[in-house]
Structure formats: structure tokens, C-alpha cells
């Protein structure tokens, strides 16, 4: 069995503005110490594959500050998207490339942007789903055991009769809830979150993309075949250019009938927003996350980021205080989800040079 990495990493974070640009969105930043979240994401599969074995799907706006983060994985595994067309498409075309290498390979395909912790723990994981993988030919997804009733997470219903060595089968997946479902999902205690972290055989993924997207598949074929010739990239173009934008959750895996759910046992967070951020960071006796050249008085419960200007906070409570060069958010921090509303706004407005 040959393991092969695939980390997404076309998102432009917009959760995350004004720190988060389309050229440097949130996974080539530092939210959490000296690494950026993409670097974390590398670092943590250490031991496990060797770096020819990562491949980097992104897109043409950041590919370059990906190979000068990642300078260690070869710079043909980064592959760039012409457009973003959502998971189905990014998984799809690392599959043919995977497919040249080793076409019974199994890939684990992994956000660049989460946190985990317990990496031990992580690995153990995952080594465990790609050998149930492999010789079950199964789609296999990584659940997380809610701790809340959360509603900005999917969910996973799964039987609770272990098939084998924490697998078990998935029942149904579940779109992001409301609070009342998000409750009951979790007194009935088959439901877990969704990680977003898939592993399978390369054949059996495009077999799957083949019986339930049969256009991108064949869309992928004509990209397969241009492969380690001139007219690769035009052909990617041309049908990239073509296929719909959809997610592998909605496109396959709520369809397939050999989907595979293991219970984590490692920390996991996927930072979704400043006030993930906020949850996971280190606070001060105030309840304050602080960082940089900043006063605060009477300030309680709240996140402020001013490294390169001083920012006086005084009276506040509950706030997300984001001062960067060019650009200062204040926001409460029950409406963090609310900022990518201020990137649509630019958007609309032609303000390219703040995104």
C-alpha cells in the first residue's frame, strides 16, 4: 500500500479579512506561532509519507507564496487550478496525476487550513482509515465527536456496529443545521461532525466521480490524457472552464453506498472564523486574546491583532479587533461569520486593493 497526500488549498478565507487576501489568504498566514497554517499542515505528516508523495492543489494567485512556504515538496506537486470549482474538481485532478504514479494508490486528502493537535494520535488515525481503505475498497471519512451543537459544522450520521478497528458505516450526511437540529443531532449521539479529511484508493474515487459526476470524469480524462505534454495546461483551461463548481460531499459521498466513518481521537478545529481564533487562543485575565502594540482598559472577552500600529481599547466587550496596514475591523464577536459579507461588499465596489 502507497500512501499519497492531497492538501486543498485554493480558499481565500474570507472569515479572515482584513488579514486574509486573496493572494495570502488564511492558510499562508501565522494565526498560531512561527508556522503558517499550511506549514502546520505539512509539518504534522512528517514520518508519514515522503514529501514527493504531497501534492498541493491551489489556484494561480498563490501558488507562489505556497512553493516559497513549502520549499521541501517538490514544485510539480503544486498544482494550480485555473478556476475554483469546488472539491469534486480539486480531488478529481489529483487523482489522474496520483493515478500516472501508482493507480491503486490511497490518498488522503486533507484542508491546509485546520488545527490539530495529538499528531501521534492524528497519524495513527489516518494510517488506520487508508488500510481499511485499501482493502475495502471503501470511501472513508474522518468524524469528529461533537462537543456542542454547533451549526457551522456538516454532520455524520453513523451505525454505531464497529465494522472493524473504529470504522463504522455511514447512515446519512447532513447539510449545516439549525440550533434545534444541531441539538438533537447531538442527544441521539449517533452524529459527528464533518473534518473534511477523505481517504481512499485513487481507482475507487474515480470510479465514484465516473457512476455520480460522469461529466467531470469525463472532463478528467481529457486532462488525463494531456498529462507530461505541452498541451496540459490548455487543456485544463479549456475544461476546467466547463465543469460545475461541487463539493465531493454533495457530488459523491452523500450518494456512494461504501462510505466509511472513524471516530477521531485527536483535537481538531477548523478555524472557521476570528471567533475560532478566539476560542482556541490563550486569553489574559481579562478574557482578552492580545497580540501586538496594544493598550486595553476595562477590556474584557475579546480578540485584538495590531502588530504594526498602536491600538488603544478602552470600555469594550465581546469585540474582534483586527488593525493591519491597510484596513481595521471591529466586529462582535457573535457575528464573526459576517465578515466575509465585508469582502462581497469590496468585491462589488471594485475595492481590489483591500482584498
Not at 80 to 87: H, I, L, M, R, V
Not at 100 to 106: G, L, R, Y
Not at 269 to 283: I, L, T
Amino acid at each position: 500500500m502507497e500512501l499519497f497526500i492531497v492538501i486543498m488549498a485554493g480558499g481565500v478565507g474570507s472569515r479572515f479579512w482584513p488579514r486574509s487576501k486573496e493572494r495570502k489568504p488564511k492558510q499562508l498566514i501565522r494565526i498560531f506561532g512561527e508556522n503558517t497554517m499550511i506549514q502546520d499542515t505539512v509539518k504534522r505528516l512528517n514520518g508519514l509519507v515522503e514529501n514527493k508523495n504531497i501534492y498541493v492543489i491551489t489556484n494561480r494567485l498563490q501558488k507562489l507564496r505556497i512553493k516559497e512556504q513549502l520549499p521541501d515538496i517538490p514544485e510539480e506537486n503544486i498544482i494550480d487550478e485555473p478556476f475554483g470549482k469546488n472539491t469534486a474538481a480539486c480531488i478529481g485532478l489529483a487523482s489522474i496525476i496520483i493515478k500516472q504514479k501508482n493507480p491503486e494508490a490511497v490518498t488522503i486528502v486533507l484542508p491546509s487550513d485546520h488545527l490539530i493537535k495529538n499528531e501521534e494520535e492524528f497519524q495513527k488515525c489516518l494510517l488506520n482509515s487508508a488500510k481499511f481503505a485499501y482493502e475495502s475498497r471503501g470511501l472513508v471519512t474522518i468524524g469528529i465527536k461533537p462537543t456542542r451543537p454547533e451549526t457551522g459544522y456538516g454532520y455524520i450520521q453513523f451505525d454505531e456496529k464497529e465494522i472493524e478497528n473504529n470504522i463504522h458505516k455511514v447512515l446519512t450526511f447532513a447539510e449545516k443545521p439549525n440550533l434545534s437540529t444541531a441539538i438533537r443531532f447531538i442527544e441521539s449521539g449517533d452524529f459527528l461532525w464533518n473534518s473534511g479529511i477523505f481517504i481512499w484508493r485513487v481507482d475507487v474515487i474515480l470510479d465514484e466521480l465516473k457512476k455520480y459526476l460522469p461529466e467531470h470524469y469525463e472532463g478528467l480524462l481529457k486532462i488525463e490524457s494531456a498529462i507530461n505534454t505541452n498541451d496540459f495546461e490548455s487543456q485544463l483551461t479549456q475544461v476546467y472552464g466547463q465543469l460545475r463548481s461541487i463539493s465531493i460531499d454533495y457530488g459523491v459521498m452523500e450518494k456512494a453506498d461504501n462510505v466509511y466513518v472513524t471516530k477521531a481521537d485527536f483535537y481538531w478545529n477548523d478555524v472557521g472564523s476570528w471567533e475560532a481564533v478566539y476560542e482556541v487562543s490563550e486569553k489574559n485575565e481579562d478574557g482578552n486574546v492580545i497580540i501586538g502594540d496594544v493598550y486595553s482598559e476595562k477590556t474584557y472577552n475579546s480578540y485584538i491583532f495590531s502588530p504594526r500600529k498602536f491600538t488603544a481599547v478602552i470600555g469594550a466587550e465581546n469585540l474582534i479587533i483586527i488593525n493591519t496596514n491597510d484596513a481595521l475591523l471591529i466586529c462582535n464577536r457573535n457575528y464573526a461569520q459576517d465578515v466575509r459579507q465585508v469582502v462581497d461588499y469590496l468585491k462589488m465596489n471594485n475595492r481590489t486593493d483591500l482584498i
